[in-house]
């Protein structure tokens, strides 16, 4: 038997105002950040118009389907978490459906990272975890369910990713079945990563493609696509498991009701069953029913991989130097504004990946989809806006916290680095986390008066330290004291 894994990604970003430098909205007061940013506008027109094209009515094939079928049909899901906000902002109907799909015991949903960011891209995972963290959590609150099988945005992967992703607990995880990685192997076994054990689920993207990409092409040689030529194609290619993923967008949005995609949809699942060797299954089904073939070697160093573009790697977000830019920018933001909660939030929001998505600027059929995609006219007023908006934000990183101009590292010495804080609050949060042996090794050096008076330009605190001595035994009442005044 061939398992057939129908899955899809549902994502929807929430979009910036492209006129927020062009009308001068730069460094205004404004009481909410989120709206002060983002387009409420058009992110509820363009969510609702794809509920109605895609989601209320394709949820509504799927769940026909599973109860027609009688458990036989299967699909899964992987919703972000600004999706399901969106959902519950713009359309509850929506989510209601997806819930509705859940409650059948025939649809799985798989974790991903809560605001499809590139958190795993960072140095330090704790990001990356927080944030699948959170996003099972979502899961478990809205369908009563942690998942156990992992999708990371846009596939992203490499033998980092899945060693972090297998210490949290999870059985499975998804990415791209690339030529590159397998050699002469098909991707339609289940591997694991060198020298892990967490089970590596490969999408057939030549056969997803077919419907994510070509679907609609009258200029395709195999136009039009049928169910029933489809499920031939299925029945004819060897393995244990051809894992489909796609975007559930392709489901009426990129291609619409009227070129026949959701009959498509209908008949499909008839179509495949009719072959005695062919069965749907979830992820976790088909790790329990095929073991590995054989491992997986995607280094972290330049061998990163994903299912974007033709490239299939991380040139689609991080390709050209404005992206780049904006990336780095916005990572180097998260020390200094974890300290706000208020702050922390909007900076998540500043981190979904479409953002840098829309500043991709190589041409050819790569740069149509980016385009097809992208609110901007050119990559470069997706840059532009980006970055005008980020200046405003870490302008407002620098009030909130009463930024230093550079941060303070606790030590204990011998370089065992312990936290670093940018501000006097978080200063005093870290006094008790760090520990009296690494306050008195900086006090004794004179470290806090010295980043007082030249970081924070505070020269009535850095007195009032310099008179503290590194014995005394209310050390850290004293220091407490002292900022706190």
């Not at 605001?115 to 099972?136: A, R």
């Not at 680095?417 to 042996?437: H, N, R, S, Y």
């Not at 503290?468 to 005044?485: H, M, N, V, Y």
Request: with cysteine; net charge negative; hydrophobic share 35%.
């Amino acid at each position: 038997m061939t398992d057939i894994c129908l899955c899809f990604e549902v994502h929807q970003p929430f979009r910036l105002k492209k006129d927020f430098f062009w009308g001068r909205q730069m460094f205004k007061r404004a009481s909410d950040l989120f709206d002060y940013y983002f387009s409420d506008r058009d992110n509820r027109e363009v969510f609702d118009k794809i509920a109605g094209k895609c989601y209320l009515p394709s949820n509504e094939i799927l769940l026909d389907r599973i109860e027609e079928l009688d458990g036989k049909f299967k699909v899964s899901f992987s919703l972000s978490g600004v999706f399901v906000e969106q959902c519950e902002r713009y359309n509850p109907d929506v989510l209601e459906s997806f819930k509705q799909l859940g409650e059948t015991g025939c649809v799985e949903f798989l974790d991903q990272t809560y605001y499809h960011s590139l958190t795993s891209l960072y140095t330090d995972p704790t990001e990356f975890i927080d944030q699948i963290k959170m996003h099972s959590d979502m899961m478990k609150d809205i369908f009563n369910y942690r998942p156990k099988v992992f999708e990371n945005t846009e596939f992203i992967y490499n033998n980092k990713i899945a060693n972090i992703v297998q210490e949290l607990g999870y059985r499975g995880i998804f990415t791209e079945g690339l030529e590159r990685v397998l050699g002469w192997r098909s991707p339609n076994y289940v591997y694991r990563p060198v020298d892990g054990r967490i089970n590596v689920l490969l999408r057939n993207y030549k056969l997803t493609d077919d419907i994510g990409f070509r679907f609609s092409s009258k200029r395709w040689e195999e136009y039009p696509l049928t169910a029933e030529k489809y499920s031939s194609w299925l029945a004819a290619t060897p393995g244990d498991c051809i894992n489909l993923f796609a975007d559930y967008e392709t489901l009426g949005e990129h291609h619409w009701a009227d070129t026949g995609i959701h009959e498509f949809l209908k008949h499909l699942p008839y179509e495949i069953l009719k072959w005695e060797h062919l069965n749907f299954a979830t992820p976790t089904e088909v790790i329990e029913r095929h073991e590995p073939k054989g491992e997986l070697d995607v280094y972290e160093i330049g061998g990163t991989i994903s299912w974007a573009d033709l490239e299939r790697d991380l040139s689609c977000w991080l390709g050209n130097t404005m992206q780049w830019a904006c990336y780095t920018y916005h990572k180097d933001m998260l020390s200094r504004v974890k300290s706000s909660k208020k702050l922390y939030k909007i900076w998540h929001y500043l981190g979904l990946s479409d953002h840098l998505y829309y500043m991709f600027t190589m041409g050819g059929g790569p740069g149509e989809v980016h385009s097809y995609f992208s609110p901007y006219n050119t990559p470069y007023d997706a840059f532009v806006t980006m970055m005008s908006i980020l200046s405003d934000f870490d302008s407002r990183i620098h009030e909130e916290i009463e930024q230093a101009d550079e941060p303070f590292i606790f030590s204990k010495g011998r370089g065992r680095f312990i936290k670093t804080v940018w501000g006097k609050k978080d200063f005093l949060e870290a006094l008790d986390e760090v520990g009296i042996g690494s306050l008195k090794f900086h006090q004794r050096r004179g470290d806090f008066e010295k980043w007082v008076r030249k970081c924070l330009n505070d020269d009535k605190l850095a007195d009032e330290l310099k008179k503290i001595s590194a014995d005394d035994k209310r050390l850290l009442k004293k220091i407490k004291e002292a900022f706190s005044t």
